[in-house]
């Protein structure tokens, strides 16, 4: 398989297992939100409940990887700590900076966190060359 077209099939599962997983995001996100919680407050708890779901998805269907379920569970967490860290800055920077609803500014946090995590879920998380580059020490 060329590497444009594999590079298209890690896309297009990303994509689609990330809509659900933003879906379930943005649902507790929202809920949370109509429930009184602050829109930082409510941004944690959405991205806390995608958490496990995402690498599940990310490791079994997106990447299909059959590498270390602990090293790839610890890069998954700092890969998920970065992008969120990312995300948090974007959320705060959209309200506070540019004056954004809370909606649109989550949104826009979304959008930076989801490129950051399918970034580092591609070349560090389920990295093939990282997997065996660890099996060979």
């Known amino acids: 398989m060329s590497r444009w077209r594999a590079e298209s099939s890690y896309l297009g599962r990303y994509i689609g297992s990330g809509a659900f997983n933003t879906l ?9 939100m109509w429930a009184g919680f602050s829109p930082s407050a409510a941004n944690i708890s959405g991205y806390a409940a995608g958490f496990i779901l995402g690498f599940v998805l990310s490791k079994k269907i997106v990447f299909r990887s059959n590498g270390s379920f602990v090293k790839e569970s610890v890069r998954y967490l700092v890969a ?5 860290t990312l995300n948090f800055i974007v959320l705060h920077l959209a ?16 959008f930076v966190y989801t490129f950051a995590m399918y970034v580092l879920t591609r070349f560090y998380v389920f990295s093939p060359a990282l997997e065996s580059k660890s099996t060979r020490q």
């Not at 998920?80 to 969120?84: E, K, S, V």
């Not at 309200?95 to 979304?110: E, M, N, T, Y």
Request: no cysteine.
């Open 24 to 32: 379930v995001g943005f649902a507790v996100i929202f809920l949370a």
């Open 95 to 110: 309200l506070d900076k540019l004056g954004l609803a809370a909606i649109a500014a989550q949104i826009v946090a979304a």
């Open 80 to 84: 998920f700590l970065a992008a969120f």
